[in-house]
């Protein structure tokens, strides 16, 4: 339970509580807009971006006092498309982060790191800088909000995630049944809901809704509201008879996705049957694409 004492803490708590942080978001703001211009002028497959002293030069900034880095690490590669389209991937990379405690008790986060794959037109000068600046920023937000989550657990590696996250990854929320039991369980995962959050919560205040119609236009656009929708329109039947009519790959790699779930560290891993497998996550996912449709929708309040 949090006690709460005043109206500031009052609003945080609420921020909190949604998976939503202004204070991440403007950090995504500010490493987008101090990067995204040296990182378009990049004449070379990969290189890599430091913004450094950022205690110094950001020491009076609300966002860095909620969230002290004080160095940033960016490793770039960008591709060029074959087309006009752009295409952002994005991943925070916590090996080399280390929170350091200060001579006054206060602390700082050294060294966030964040690997970024950017497929652009090969002519830059196609390319809509605003377009281009809110979905990096988009990205930035979701992976900042990792960071902060790993700074709030001192760097702890959460309880949940036990490797199955890359297996998980591997699908597409637009894919057959596997891809999407797999990005599924991966959304469902509750540091990725709490990231996905998150972004949604940037890309709509961008766009400032003027009211809760637009709000709600703006959110059935996002592919967070879909993640929710595909998770609550879950049949183990439907999804049964579909993987039926699979390829053997697809069904292996089904395998491998029920090894990882039913995993428990230091025990022989233990194999379920499909259906089984289809049974058991029907409850999770209709309990996360509740919680994750719920907060998408309380996004109102704060964006």
């Known amino acids: 339970m949090k006690v709460i004492v005043n109206r500031n803490q009052y609003n ?5 509580s949604r998976g939503y942080s202004k204070s991440v978001e403007k950090w995504a703001d500010y490493t987008t807009d101090e990067l995204l211009p040296l990182i378009l002028k990049q004449d070379v497959e990969e290189d890599v971006y430091l913004l450094s002293k950022l205690s110094l030069i950001l020491k009076d900034k609300d966002f860095y006092k909620n969230i002290p880095i004080d160095s940033i ?5 960008i591709n060029n498309s074959e087309n006009d389209e752009a295409m952002v991937d994005m991943n925070y990379n916590p090996y080399w982060t280390q929170i350091i405690q200060n001579e006054d008790n206060t602390h700082n986060i050294l060294d966030a ?7 652009i037109p090969e002519d830059r000068e196609t390319i809509d800088y605003n377009t281009l600046h809110y979905y990096v920023s ?10 902060y989550e790993w700074y709030k ?16 990854q591997n699908g597409n929320i637009n894919g057959d049944a596997v891809d999407r039991i797999g990005y ?13 959050i998150q972004q949604a919560g940037t890309m709509i205040s961008k766009r400032n809704p003027e009211d809760k119609q637009q709000f709600m236009t703006y959110l059935k656009e996002l592919p967070m ?39 428990e ?36 309040t704060v964006v």
Do not use: W
Request: proline share 2%; net charge positive.
């Open 12 to 16: 945080k708590v609420l921020k909190e």
């Open 73 to 77: 690490i960016v490793s770039v590669i």
């Open 113 to 119: 790191e964040f690997d970024v794959v950017l497929t």
């Open 138 to 147: 988009s990205f930035f937000s979701h992976e900042y909000m990792h960071l």
């Open 153 to 168: 657990r001192e760097l702890k590696t959460p309880k949940e995630l036990k490797g199955c996250a890359d297996i998980y």
């Open 184 to 196: 599924m369980l991966y959304v469902s995962l509750s540091f990725e809901m709490n990231s996905f």
């Open 225 to 263: 509201y879909k993640f929710a929708e595909v998770m609550l329109n879950y049949n183990p039947d439907i999804y049964l008879e579909e993987i039926n009519n699979l390829s053997k790959d697809r069904i292996t790699e089904l395998t491998k996705i029920i090894l990882c779930y039913y995993y």
């Open 265 to 300: 560290t230091g025990k022989t891993p233990k194999f379920k049957s499909i259906d089984k497998f289809l049974k058991d996550i029907n409850k999770q996912f209709m309990i996360r694409g509740e919680g994750l449709k719920r907060k998408l929708l309380r996004l109102i």
